[in-house]
């Protein structure tokens, strides 16, 4: 059964909002190693389900998603690289950015090739 979201949920999901915004900004900048975006409020780590609610709601690449969770968790003291990996399956060339540390389908696929600590 699903839940209303909490007052900090929906407060962590307008900040998550708003910080894609400005990562896509940021990155389409030319600003690709030092994105800055707005703390994000101060509410329990709990509420990062408002964030990942959001980004599953919305278009994004996989380092803009990567930004924005990296600074949500950067803000509860928990400090997670930005990894960025390549690959060359049959089809071509594929890149993809993901936090150290959180499990995604197909990582192991790719070679790492830089991180971005925070």
Do not use: Y
Request: positive net charge; hydrophobic residues 45%; proline residues 7%.
């Amino acid at each position: 059964m699903r839940r209303w979201p909490s007052l900090s949920e929906l407060r962590a999901a307008k900040w998550a909002a708003l910080a894609l915004r400005d990562a896509r900004r940021e990155l389409a900048a030319g600003h690709f190693s030092d994105v800055s975006l707005r703390p994000p409020p101060r509410v329990p780590m709990a509420a990062r389900r408002g964030v990942e609610a959001l980004l599953r709601r919305r278009r994004h690449s996989c380092l803009e998603g990567a930004i924005v969770r990296q600074r949500w968790l950067d803000a509860h003291n928990v400090h997670r690289d930005i990894v960025i990996g390549i690959s060359w399956p049959p089809e071509g060339f594929v890149a993809h950015a993901w936090l150290e540390g959180e499990e995604e389908p197909n990582v192991g696929q790719f070679s790492e090739l830089t991180r971005l600590a925070q």
